[in-house]
């Protein structure tokens, strides 16, 4: 009965299949004649009642309102807020078309999936003012409402399908964290023409706020960020030379004058070169006369 057919409900006894029903289903428990002698005789309301000619579904409504109560006791009552995080069902087997790659999960490959989470819990960068705090930050600057994260239009193809391209998050970047973290989410606000400023929406280890709240809240959309921050990540580590006593490249300026003058000093080598065995053949000369 839960499943309709618009034929009626004696197609419920068709000895062919009908949609989802299989065929003469209800003819194992009741026969159809059986049945209809019964409603025929089978009422939950008074038909004489002035709503009968108004509700539609009044023959039934007093079960609709019985199981309405039942269902309710079973159900609490949604809260004012609820946040949607994504998680991923693992999955390694080669033939789940859907399963990908996500490194920032304990578990890199799988399905990803909607859930709900808790409000006051979830990695959510866009909240309003009175959700914004957590418990124990109530120092923290408010992060402006028209900053948001927003996903990069990039794509790439790759074994697993299309996925959204993944670049260096900033503020990882300027604490250098190895490995290397990447993101595909950027706050457009923050973004200057093709450069983007890419952010993170989890929080890394050893921090307990996002790489997005540490951007606005602490650093004022970039503006504030740490000076020691920006030096550090001025300066490349290096390796040590492995010639530590060897001269710097030349330049290619002095590299041209100098073969111009080793040209000029070869040349005159030559000259005294003929000079000098001219000398020699005419001493000798000398001699045997």
Avoid at 51 to 72: C, E, G, N
Avoid at 102 to 109: T, Y
Wanted: aromatic share 8%; with cysteine.
């Amino acid at each position: 009965m839960l499943a309709p057919i618009r034929k009626g409900i004696a197609a419920h006894w068709s000895v062919a299949k009908v949609g989802a029903m299989p065929a003469n289903r209800f003819g194992l428990f009741m026969s159809k004649n059986r049945f209809f002698h019964i409603m025929g005789y089978m009422h939950f309301s008074n038909n004489k009642s002035p709503k009968a000619s108004t509700d539609r579904a009044w023959k039934i409504r007093p079960v609709v309102d019985v199981l309405q109560r039942t269902f309710a006791r079973g159900y609490r009552v949604p809260p004012p807020v609820i946040s949607f995080d994504e998680a991923t069902l693992p999955s390694r087997s080669k033939y789940n078309p859907t399963r990908q790659l996500n490194k920032d999960k304990p578990h890199k490959w799988g399905t990803k999936r909607a859930t709900s989470a808790q409000e006051r819990t979830a990695a959510s960068p866009v909240r309003d003012g009175s959700t914004q705090r957590r418990n124990g930050d109530e120092g923290l600057a408010p992060i402006d409402a028209d900053h948001r994260l927003e996903e990069n239009p990039d794509t790439v193809d790759c074994e697993q399908g299309t996925k959204r391209r993944h670049r260096s998050c900033k503020v990882c970047a300027l604490f250098k964290v190895k490995p290397r973290k990447f993101t595909k989410y950027f706050c457009p606000e923050c973004s200057t023409g093709n450069r983007c400023t890419y952010l993170s929406n989890i929080a890394r280890e050893g921090r307990d706020k996002t790489c997005f709240q540490i951007w606005h809240a602490d650093w004022s959309s970039g503006n504030d960020i740490p000076r020691a921050l920006l030096q550090e990540h001025k300066i490349r580590n290096r390796p040590p030379p492995s010639h530590p006593g060897k001269k710097r490249g030349r330049t290619a300026q002095e590299h041209r004058r100098s073969m111009g003058g080793d040209e000029d000093g070869a040349a005159a080598s030559e000259v005294g070169a003929g000079e000098s065995g001219d000398a020699d053949s005419a001493a000798e000369a000398d001699d045997e006369f």
